[in-house]
């Protein structure tokens, strides 16, 4: 994937400066608004992709809230995203299409549909959606990362494959998010070192969910996850005591699998 010039450098001035005419902005809306900042403050030959992703991204979440998605905070975040800086530029007509692409590696950047339902169920707590530690298993370019950085106070996220972990961080780098941790390492041992999470999403299926995220929970933490071989479903699993978690199935999905170690 090449610099190119798909990507934004976000001046700080730029969130600073527009911050003073916000009333009342949180971090996650302040964050959201730099990253709309990003779009429409763009000039010169890079003009004409970002002006016309904001129409497309706009269409596609627009298709997401017509799947059944209503968490408004989640549809915000994702129009927020741009989608197409994590994609390699050959991609990038398909940015916005409903589907998930490769990124290399035999991984895919996830269809932006799951990735918003995922963070939707994980929000549903009974906290009213507040967030402050979330874990995703699989960064791959980012993406949903850069979603859950909107959503939560601060975001971790694991990567397996090494070059994908240094894609992530190139990808996001210039998007200055900084409530994002990556760690290149094997999500199914979790992170004990920074647990517990209010939320945890694996963006790959195992036959099963690791034990060492269901104990990296806090009590009432949501953990979303796919779940299966050739046939997944989308499980919820809510930590409801020390001891007591309980298990939902939601949905049909597919994802790429979830693989132990390194590489
Ligand atoms: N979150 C990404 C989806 C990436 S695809 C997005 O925003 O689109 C899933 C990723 O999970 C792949 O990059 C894969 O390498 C990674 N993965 C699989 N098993 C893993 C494990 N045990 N630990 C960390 N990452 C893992």
């Known amino acids: 994937m090449s610099d190119g010039n798909k990507r934004f450098p976000l001046p700080l001035s730029s969130v600073v400066d527009k911050k003073s005419k916000t009333v009342q902005q949180t971090p996650a809306s302040a964050r959201r608004t730099a990253m709309q900042e990003a779009v429409v403050s763009t000039s010169g030959p890079e003009r004409a992709l970002p002006l016309v992703s904001e129409a497309v991204r706009k269409a596609m979440v627009a298709r997401v809230a017509k799947q059944g998605v209503k968490d408004a905070l989640v549809l915000a975040s994702m129009e927020a995203v741009q989608r197409h800086l994590f994609i390699e530029p050959g991609l990038a007509s398909q940015a916005y299409v409903d589907a998930s692409l490769p990124i290399g590696y035999h991984q895919t950047i996830s269809q932006p549909y799951i990735v918003a339902r995922m963070i939707e169920v994980m929000r549903d707590n009974r906290n009213g959606g507040a967030l402050n530690r979330v874990l995703e298993i ?8 850069a979603v859950l950085s909107l959503v939560a106070k601060e975001v971790y996220s694991i990567e397996r494959i ?46 099963e969910v690791p034990q060492a995220l269901l104990e990296q929970l806090t009590i009432g933490g949501r953990l979303v996850a796919p779940v299966g071989g050739r046939h997944q479903m989308l499980h919820l699993i809510e930590r409801v005591g020390s001891n007591e978690w309980i298990n939902s199935t939601l949905e049909d999905c597919h994802f790429v699998p979830l693989r132990a170690g390194t590489v």
């Open 138 to 145: 699989g960064t791959g370019c980012g993406y949903q990362a």
């Open 162 to 207: 090494k070059p994908l972990h240094e894609l992530a961080k190139s990808n996001l780098r210039p998007m200055r998010i900084a409530n994002i941790r990556l760690h290149y390492g094997d999500g199914m041992l979790g992170l004990p070192q920074v647990a517990p999470f209010d939320g945890i999403i694996l963006a790959a299926a195992g036959m």
